[in-house]
T-cell receptor, first 116, second 114 residues
Framework: GAVVSQHPSWVICKSGTSVKIECRSLDFQATTMFWYRQFPKQSLMLMAT?????????EQGVEKDKFLINHASLTLSTLTVTSAHPEDSSFYICSARRDRGGTEAFFGQGTRLTVV | AQTVTQSQPEMSVQEAETVTLSCTYD???????LFWYKQPPSRQMILVIRQEAYKQQNATENRFSVNFQKAAKSFSLKISDSQLGDTAMYFC???????????FGTGTRLQVFP
């Protein structure tokens, strides 16, 4: 299967600072990348969908200015949590697809963000 | 909009036995796909099995098979000959060609006992 690498695996930051999470498809070009947030023992909540070279599409209730997504190339998407607060602490997961719709989505290993 | 519902928060099964995890979904799309993903303690999401909605035949992958009931919008996962390594969270998911979004259910925590 294809490999999606997410970095960092964990990060601790102070309230008010920003933190960037990278998601790379290592051996394929991803037409679409997705960002999810997962609370402990809960499901993956889709935050946004990003396509290379265009603006991300955010799900309802997700603050665009808080969670900045950039899909600079077909192999890299970044999520920046701006002015982080403790309530932003969570597990963030990215996934990538080669093609639309029904193809398998490959997942990164996730990033645990702790805001103190 | 797509919604996915998993009504079993937790399930347990003895090693070598068979267990079935339930999933129902709702979508207005005609061209959609259904998935079961596994999330072990490492939290790495792993695809277990995939079903195209336009195919009537149930998908199978070794010990894993699905019972796809399109009219009932039901998509259950059967794990045969359960192994200790099957212990994980299992998520049912749905995506459509048009929206391209992969939407997950709430998950079922499966514990396999020796």
């Amino acid at each position: 299967g294809a490999v999606v690498s997410q970095h960092p695996s964990w990060v601790i930051c102070k309230s008010g600072t920003s933190v960037k999470i990278e998601c790379r498809s290592l051996d394929f070009q991803a037409t679409t990348m997705f960002w999810y947030r997962q609370f402990p023992k809960q499901s993956l909540m889709l935050m946004a969908t990003s396509n290379e070279g265009s603006k991300a599409t955010y799900e309802q209730g997700v603050e665009k200015d808080k969670f900045l997504i950039n899909h600079a190339s077909l192999t890299l998407s970044t999520l920046t949590v701006t002015s982080a607060h403790p309530e932003d602490s969570s597990f963030y997961i990215c996934s990538a697809r080669r093609d639309r719709g029904g193809t398998e989505a490959f997942f990164g290993q996730g990033t645990r963000l702790t805001v103190v | 909009a797509q919604t996915v519902t998993q009504s079993q928060p937790e399930m347990s099964v003895q090693e070598a036995e068979t267990v079935t995890l339930s999933c129902t979904y709702d979508t207005s799309e005609s061209n959609y796909y259904l998935f079961w993903y596994k999330q072990p303690p490492s939290r790495q999401m792993i695809l277990v099995i995939r079903q195209e909605a336009y195919k009537q035949q149930n998908a199978t992958e070794n010990r894993f098979s699905v019972n796809f009931q399109k009219a009932a919008k039901s998509f259950s996962l059967k794990i045969s000959d359960s192994q200790l390594g099957d212990t994980a969270m299992y998520f049912c998911a749905c995506s459509s060609y048009n929206t391209d979004k992969l939407i997950f259910g709430t998950g079922t925590r499966l514990q396999v006992f020796p």
